[in-house]
Structure formats: structure tokens, C-alpha cells
């Protein structure tokens, strides 16, 4: 599977600078106030990427860390409340086995 993940790889970038060496021609961009600028097509389209994917990736980093960092409170939370020490003795479990409570009674009152 790596020899694939490789494989692919090497073939993009190949495409990538047989693309970059056939379309190497400037292309004029126009700016404010009258500004012109020649840029090389292969870097101008890598710019254009650059826009899409830089703010897309944040999202997603940030979006990963944040659900990281929730995963942690969550796992350090349950081991605290797994613990010997801060839990209490009796462990609730799935399976609750019944408890026969005795009746309460008062002083004074007459048993009959």
C-alpha cells in the first residue's frame, strides 16, 4: 500500500512539472490605480490554491484540536471518576442487583 501512496505521488509531481514547463507563459494581471503585474501561469494557478486550501486546512486543524482537546477532558474526567480514590465504594453497575430496605421505625412506636 505505501508503494502506491508513493507511486501516486511521484506521478503528480511529474504531471505537475510537465504542466509547469509546457504552460510557462506570463499572464498579465491587472490591479488597482492602473497596476499591472506578469506573473508565470503555473505559479499564478499555485497562488489561486494557495487561497482555497490554506483557510480550509485552519478549519480543519482547528476543528481536529479542539475535538482533541475535548477527547482528553472526557478520558481524564472518566479516570478520575474510575479511581479508587474519588469514586465511592459501591460501583454502579448495568446490572443492578435488587436491595431489600428495612422498615424504618420510630422510638415509641409499638411494634405489633
Known amino acids: 500500500m505505501h508503494f502506491l501512496k508513493t507511486l501516486f505521488w511521484v506521478l503528480l509531481a511529474v504531471v505537475t512539472v510537465i504542466f509547469s514547463l509546457r504552460n510557462w507563459t506570463p499572464?498579465?494581471?491587472n490591479l488597482w490605480a492602473g497596476?499591472?503585474?506578469?506573473?508565470?501561469?503555473?505559479?499564478?494557478?499555485?497562488?489561486?490554491?494557495?487561497?482555497?486550501?490554506?483557510?480550509?486546512?485552519a478549519i480543519h486543524r482547528t476543528k481536529m484540536w479542539r475535538m482533541n482537546r475535548r477527547i482528553d477532558t472526557i478520558e481524564r474526567n472518566g479516570l478520575v471518576a474510575n479511581s479508587p480514590i474519588a469514586a465511592?465504594?459501591?460501583v454502579v453497575?448495568?446490572?443492578a442487583t435488587p436491595?431489600?430496605?428495612?422498615p424504618v421505625t420510630t422510638p415509641g412506636m409499638l411494634d405489633i
Open 27 to 29: 499572464v498579465s494581471i
Open 35 to 57: 497596476l499591472s503585474v506578469d506573473v508565470k501561469l503555473p505559479i499564478l494557478i499555485l497562488i489561486g490554491m494557495l487561497i482555497g486550501f490554506v483557510p480550509t486546512y
Open 88 to 90: 465511592p465504594a459501591a
Open 99 to 102: 436491595v431489600a430496605v428495612p
Open 93 to 95: 453497575s448495568s446490572q
